[in-house]
């Protein structure tokens, strides 16, 4: 299948009163079109960084390398304008914060006409946006006309998840990111949000930043696993849940199986902050299966059968480069 | 009716349009109030009476009829220099707060400059070089009011354009101007509102300063014209307080007019404010 989204070697740096912060580092990562992709990843992995830098906004932070290549095309150095044309026309994001992304002193109708002027598509202007809430769940064509005419504080969090979904979708992207979609969402409301999503992906592909092991299981076949700004294990969701290849990833899965009863071994693991940069693994440090190897040099990716894993554990083991 | 009551719950609000507004109607319906037609000789230094209700002054014009023209003048000079002030405020500060980096270093570098020098001073140095003439009075106003709006606009902005819709918009292709513009502005408007009302005060103030001194319009009646000619003519040596009160007054209760509704616009958008008022 075609490719739509080619990360690769991406670089993405910040320079801070404390050094240089290597948010993304060496990020390789591929979307193939109609095949959804999860991402996850501890906290301050990166993972927004990269959603940031897809579509041009990561400054402060600068790229030092890498390309990003979008349906063919590439990203990195583009001109602001034409950037802005791909924002909100090709990849579209819905906010992480629902309860922010709007603004309060503007009536939601008013905001997705401001949508359709940055889009200039007068034509699609609220016809669109009626249809799209009305496929969204939030009812008949009656109710949609009254939250057309409501300021963003009068609608519940599900609600204005899906005024932004649609607000998204408005301009039949052909790449929409969802960050953390289901974060601090109620069980009810998340289960909505996935449907949401999973509607959503039959017009355009998705991309899903989260943590939510489940919410990426029903959404997306293929899932990657960040660490310290790379992604470190890439492969079937399914398989890479049950079999995970990298020991980040084990410990990863371990965790969410874990449920309530922490008698992993986690003694001594910590997030571990993108600061400096360091020789060989960033994982290292806190893997149990480290080596010397591991701390002088940097594992590079290896392909397996349908997955790619960047750890030095399958170098040794004779297997092949990707 | 619905209006009116909304008015009345505000006492502050309420009094202080209705200071402002005597002020307004007597400016706009001038000639069907004033008695006299105010730039006609007379009898000179006439003390008030049924026929000039404030007499005359030293060139027998009569004072009321005065009074009543001269907030025309005075009103003038304060909107249309406070909003001139406002609009190159507001637009400073937006595109300074929002755009950040070296433009925004450069204008404000810019408004602290005026910032310093004190603004009198300032004022009558422009003037005296750009010579008396009412829309020279009302540039230099606005010159001398603008960074003071710019600034308060421009650290309301910054936290503004880090909001979750500032950057929403801007994820899904809104233009710089259109981030400005629709989500921007609405969110400074109060405040806006509220420096504006307070600047036109500032400006009604500064015009009758300028006046007085001598450096205001001779062609034009103001209030601070007539307690400039007031003062010069003896009118405050001869203790003839008819001429040089009510001027004073009108002054006065205009900018506590201003005040009045500039108060109440704020403890509409800083409610702590409302509860220190309340005690």
């Known amino acids: 299948m075609k490719n739509l989204l080619v990360v690769s070697n991406l670089h993405v740096y910040f320079e801070t009163p404390a050094g240089l912060v290597r948010a993304n580092n060496g990020l390789n990562l591929h979307l193939e079109e109609g095949c959804n992709l999860g991402i996850m990843g501890e906290s301050g992995c990166g993972k927004t960084v990269l959603v940031y830098t897809l579509l041009g906004l990561q400054q402060p932070g600068k790229i030092i390398t890498g390309s990003i290549l979008f349906s063919g095309r590439e990203l990195v150095n583009l001109p602001e304008a034409e950037l802005n044309h791909i924002r909100g026309r090709q990849i579209a994001l819905i906010p992480q914060n629902q309860s922010t992304a709007l603004n309060p002193l503007l009536k939601v109708g008013e905001q997705i006409g401001e949508v359709c002027v ?28 009254h939250i057309l005419k409501s300021y963003p504080h009068q609608l519940s969090g599900g609600m204005r998840q899906r005024v932004l979904t649609a607000m998204a979708l408005l301009s039949e992207p052909d790449l929409l990111v969802a960050d953390e979609p289901t974060t601090a969402l109620d069980a009810n409301t998340r289960t909505t949000t996935l449907n949401i999503l999973k509607e959503a992906s039959k017009r355009t592909s998705l991309l899903v930043i989260s ?87 940097l594992p590079p990716e290896v392909c397996l059968d349908n997955s790619r894993v960047v750890c030095h554990l399958y170098t040794q083991s004779g297997m092949k480069l990707c | 009716m619905n209006i009116l009551k909304k008015l009345t719950a505000n006492k502050l609000l309420f009094f202080g349009v209705v200071l402002l507004g005597i002020f307004v109607l007597s400016a706009v319906f001038a000639p069907l109030i004033s008695p006299h037609d105010p730039w006609t000789y007379g009898q000179a230094f006439l003390h008030p009476s049924a026929q000039h209700l404030l007499g005359t002054n030293d060139v027998g014009q009569d004072i009321f009829s005065e009074l009543v023209y001269s907030a025309r003048v005075s009103l003038w000079v304060g909107f249309v220099s406070a909003s001139l002030a406002t609009l190159l405020g507001v637009a400073v500060g937006i595109w300074a707060g929002f755009r950040r980096g070296w433009l925004d270093n450069v204008l404000m570098g810019m408004a602290d400059i005026f910032l310093v020098i004190p603004a009198l001073p300032l004022v009558i140095l422009l003037s005296v070089y750009l010579g008396p003439s009412i829309w020279n009075i009302i540039l230099v106003i606005a010159l001398t009011l603008w960074p003071g709006t710019a600034r308060v ?94 001027p004073g007054l009108c002054i006065t209760l205009c900018i506590l007019g201003l005040t009045f509704i500039n108060m109440s616009f704020e403890d509409r958008t800083d409610p702590r404010l409302q509860r220190i008022l309340d005690r």
């Not at chain 1, 034509?123 to 496929?135: F, Q, V």
């Not at chain 2, 500064?206 to 307690?227: I, N, T, V, Y």
């Open chain 1, 211 to 297: 943590h939510d092991l489940p919410a990426l299981k029903t959404l997306c076949p293929k899932l990657g696993v960040m660490y310290a700004g790379r992604i470190v294990e890439y492969g079937d969701t399914l398989s890479l849940m049950s079999n995970p290849l990298h020991p980040y990833s084990r410990l990863l899965m371990k965790c969410q199986q874990a449920g309530d009863y922490l008698d992993i071994p986690l003694t001594g693991f910590e997030s571990r902050d993108l600061l400096g940069d360091n020789e060989g693994c960033s994982f290292a440090p806190f893997c149990p299966q480290a080596t010397g190897i591991c701390f002088k040099e």
């Open chain 2, 153 to 246: 606009i421009r650290s309301q902005v910054i936290t503004i354009r880090q909001s979750g819709y500032v950057e929403s918009a801007r994820i899904m292709g809104a233009s710089e101007f259109r981030l400005m513009w629709r989500h921007v502005l609405p969110n400074v408007l109060p405040l806006v509102a509220a420096k504006f009302i307070l600047a036109v005060a500032v400006a009604l103030l500064l015009e009758a300063s300028m006046s007085f001194l001598g450096l205001g319009d001779p062609s034009q009646k103001s209030w601070g014209m007539m307690l400039h000619y007031a003062f010069s003519r003896g009118g405050f040596v001869q203790n003839l307080y008819w001429w040089y009160l009510p």
């Open chain 1, 118 to 145: 940055n889009l200039n598509r007068p034509d699609i202007r609220l016809e669109g946006a009626r249809k799209l809430l009305s496929d969204l769940g939030l009812g008949d064509i009656h109710s949609v006309e």
